[in-house]
């Protein structure tokens, strides 16, 4: 309609490209490591208690 605005006119791809993320910003990439521990249940807690509590 007439009151709909310049975006009506456009196709899908353009009205909604700026929705598209150039890169995540929610997950970071960390330091790769291998993930071996000499006690998993002592790591587990460490993790929870520095990444969750």
Do not use: M, Y
């Not at 009506?8 to 929705?19: E, I, K, M, N, T």
């Not at 910003?25 to 807690?45: F, K, R």
């Amino acid at each position: 309609g007439e009151r709909a605005g310049q975006a009506a006119h456009d196709d899908a791809g353009r009205r909604f490209r700026w929705l598209i993320a150039p890169r995540s910003t929610v997950v970071q990439p960390g330091p790769v490591h291998t993930g071996l521990t000499t006690d998993p249940a002592a790591e587990t807690g460490r993790l929870l208690d520095l990444l969750v509590r």
